[in-house]
């Protein structure tokens, strides 16, 4: 079986192959499909690869939040001004996962054993979920979080920001 890689340079391209390919897998670190491949628990057929995406790989303050791109590394939160987030980050793996981890990994995973994801549940966070047509929606962390490993991600949709209250 011939995988199929796309690797778009902006958010627009990769929200058009998010909606036209709704079952490749998206990447950017790696960190998480790499080991379910290694374990024979996933055979994609098409990837749809993020990471030189860069609209999705800054932290920005936004009045009195901060928004964070899917695409920034735990590395990235290790210096984080909120120390929530970033002990959480500093926890994950060796320097080598933090560097390619990212936060977006970490939340559609959905695993309990997401240290991003149980920070940005105690700080209040929302999950901004983006298609190319319909735009975005924010959806607080408790209702984007439906179960073990799923969430309330449509498979045509890409994990964009995150937001939280910024109080460091």
Known sequence: MNSMFHQPHNLADALRLRD???????????????VAMNHGTLHPRAFIDLSQVAEIRKMERDGADLL?????TCTQLGRC?????????LSVGGPAIRNQATLGGNLIT?????????ALLALGGAVELTHATRGSRWVDLRAFFLGYRQTALAPDELVTRVRVPYNP
């Not at 079952?23 to 960190?31: E, H, I, L, P, Q």
Request: proline share 5%; hydrophobic share 40%.
């Open 20 to 34: 036209e390919l709704p079952d490749a897998v998206v990447v950017n670190g790696s960190t998480d499909i790499s």
């Open 68 to 72: 964070i791109g899917a695409g920034v």
């Open 81 to 89: 001004h909120l120390r929530t987030l970033r002990e959480a980050a």
């Open 110 to 118: 959905a695993s309990p054993a997401g240290d991003g994801c149980v």
